[in-house]
């Protein structure tokens, strides 16, 4: 069994408060009836929460409401000054649908005091959107409503973040992040390296492939999960990349592809996938299975710089933001 380490170290960055919490959500329809009870524990985890962004009327697709509603509702919790972290409740679909909305309102968002995203997954299209339009930076963590605070003592079943708790984003936005036990998947990667850290969900980052929403990652480390897909549907995917005209990252950063409850054929099968794309990859390819739709997901901030440092006495490398 890994042992995984985590631990927050000084940045040279003014220090900042962010405790004024939005609720929100612009995917998959929620449970309403538990919105309390998730503003409860953020409430006890010392946020302010606000619920006035949360505005469901569930579409015909089973999003929270109709495109346009979702991006105006969004646009208004961007814009709010009082507000100083926006969480999405959970994902889901639809998410993607915001951005033409979102861009028709880029200059009135460039001027808007920025605010700290966090979710994943479907988010993973909003945060594309504020880490290369609006040069902001946010937070590929858990969603309000899955993680270890939400879940219930009596239920035994692995659930999706069930063993990640909320993460204090005051304390990761001016202290940082480290992780231990990042495997370098090729040679390239055990030197390390250093680039500003985007992506999230593989099947969002791809859906934004070749279109006018897609951002540039050139010189980047990109970060890539997701779950739900098999290792053959992996294994396509990855050879996309490898035969993509144009992906100019610094390196890749894989997170967990097996899934929730994996078995050892699971994992080894997800790892050797993503082992030899590595192989025939002329970047430096990493495998961090703790980020993502698995029972743990450990934050990391997109929009800003990440390095990963190796060493020779060690076969692992470590992440610091």
């Not at 409860?40 to 606000?50: A, D, F, I, K, R």
């Not at 055990?190 to 992506?199: S, T, Y």
């Not at 054929?265 to 030899?276: A, G, N």
Request: glycine letters at 6%; proline letters at 4%; a neutral charge.
């Amino acid at each position: 069994m890994l042992v995984i380490c985590c631990y927050f170290y000084s940045l040279p960055v003014l220090a900042e408060v962010y405790k004024k919490v939005a609720l929100i959500s612009v995917s998959s329809q929620y449970d309403e009836e538990k919105i309390d009870s998730v503003a409860e524990t953020l409430l006890e985890s010392g946020y302010s929460v606000s619920k006035k962004y949360l505005n469901q009327v569930v579409s015909d697709f089973g999003y929270v409401n109709t495109d346009s509603a979702r991006a105006e509702n969004l646009t208004k919790a961007l814009l709010d000054s009082e507000i100083d972290i926006i969480w999405f409740v959970k994902g889901g679909g639809g998410g993607i649908n915001l951005l033409p909305y979102l861009h028709k309102e880029k200059e009135r968002l460039l001027s808007a005091k920025p605010k700290i995203l966090v979710g994943f997954s479907d988010v993973t299209a909003i945060h594309s959107f504020v880490n290369e339009t609006l040069k902001w930076k946010s937070l590929h963590g858990v969603v309000a409503s899955y993680n270890k605070n939400n879940k219930d003592k009596d239920d035994k079943t692995p659930r999706v973040n069930d063993l990640e708790p909320l993460p204090s984003v005051e304390q990761i936005m001016t202290k940082g992040v480290s992780y231990q036990n990042v495997l370098p998947l090729n040679a390239l990667a055990k030197k390390g390296i250093a680039g500003e850290l985007r992506g999230g969900n593989f099947t969002l980052v791809s859906s934004l492939f070749s279109t006018i929403y897609e951002p540039d990652l050139s010189g980047k480390v990109l970060l890539l999960e997701d779950i739900g897909t098999s290792f053959r549907q992996l294994d396509r995917s990855l050879h996309q990349l490898l035969f993509m005209k144009e992906l100019n990252v610094s390196a890749i950063i894989f997170g967990q592809f097996y899934p929730v409850d994996p078995t050892d054929e699971q994992r080894l099968i997800y790892k050797s996938v993503i082992k030899q794309f590595a192989e025939d990859y002329n970047k430096p390819v990493y495998y961090y299975p703790y980020v993502g739709h698995g029972r743990k997901n450990h934050p990391l901030i997109l929009g800003t710089n990440a390095t990963i440092n190796c060493t020779k006495e060690s076969e692992y490398c470590s992440i610091n933001q």
